[in-house]
């Protein structure tokens, strides 16, 4: 008899990070600061570009999604891990699971897209600045932005369908601190095949899709670079894309690597470690990398904190 349908599954258990209670306090304080620093950070970037009218621009509109983002991406798993320990218990119910896989997906997805018109808007600035007014007006910004959304919501729907689908049995631990996607799909005792397939074509699609665009825009930059005569110029050029390419080399090496790093060690407790890196290091460490090479984002927060 094939598996029965998971109708009566109410809820997994999130097994973290260690079963030893004496950790769980120091595990608690290092996510609570690191979660803390990734709001206020991310925070302070989205009020000193609202509130600075000459940060009123493209790149920095662009910005300051990517900070909202970021804040929703940590607020999706970080928030429940820290009320779990807290209440010390492992549980996620069943309908919980699905949202945090929907919205773990679209901010994910967002990310994604958000970097990939970033480095648009980097290749319009380098290469065609006598145009850049022109082309980056504020109808195209909000029409890539609002694009980016759309398609990002879709894909994380189709994820949460797919997961809905599933029949599971007795085996409902999770070996992380989220309800991260392949992990529960592989707890799933029916056929994984179709979940499988649909992961693997929508990350050939929605996330080398964008990369290849960032790769190309910064192929495209790196010549413009290069054919300026002057050595300040090509400073001056490079300089405005330095805190962009760090943003996107650290999201998707971390992100890379843990998949990578999970595909050898499958449900290993070491996975939920790595995943550290890009759910909820890279969130922080945005508004650190924007703001210490950014004379703009630096003069426009010292305006706000003298305003406070």
Not at 66 to 80: A, E, G, N, Y
């Amino acid at each position: 008899m094939g598996p029965q349908n998971d109708t009566q599954i109410s809820e997994f258990f999130l097994l973290g990070f260690s079963e030893e209670s004496e950790l769980q306090l120091l595990i608690f304080g290092l996510f609570f600061s690191l979660y803390l620093v990734t709001v206020l950070g991310n925070l302070l970037i989205i009020l000193a570009v609202i509130s600075a009218s000459h940060l009123h621009t493209p790149m920095y509109f662009f910005l300051s999604n990517l900070s909202f983002v970021d804040i929703s991406f940590t607020s999706t798993t970080v928030p429940k891990m820290l009320v779990n320990i807290q209440m010390q218990r492992k549980v996620i119910t069943y309908v919980g699971c699905i949202i945090q896989i929907y919205f773990f997906a679209l901010f994910a997805g967002l990310d994604n897209f958000l970097l990939a018109v970033m480095a648009y808007d980097r290749y319009v600035a380098i290469c065609h600045p006598l145009h850049y007014t022109l082309t980056m007006n504020p109808r195209l910004c909000g029409f890539l932005v609002l694009v980016s959304w759309v398609t990002s919501a879709l894909n994380s729907l189709l994820h949460s369908l797919m997961v809905l689908r599933l029949s599971f049995c007795t085996d409902l631990e999770i070996q992380h601190f989220f309800c991260e996607p392949n992990q529960v799909v592989h707890l799933a005792c029916s056929d994984t095949f179709l979940n499988d397939l649909v992961v693997y074509i929508t990350a050939v699609l929605l996330a080398g899709g964008p990369l290849s665009g960032i790769l190309y825009s910064y192929s495209r930059i790196l010549s413009s670079i290069r054919a300026i005569s002057s050595a300040q110029g090509k400073y001056k050029a490079f300089s405005t894309c330095v805190s962009h390419l760090s943003v996107v080399s650290l999201f998707y090496c971390t992100l890379l690597g843990v998949y990578l790093s999970s595909a050898v060690t499958h449900n290993s407790p070491s996975s939920a470690t790595a995943s550290v890196m890009y759910t909820v290091v890279t969130p922080m460490l945005n508004p650190f990398i924007y703001s210490l090479r950014n004379k703009d984002i630096k003069s426009a927060l010292k305006t706000l904190f003298e305003k406070l």
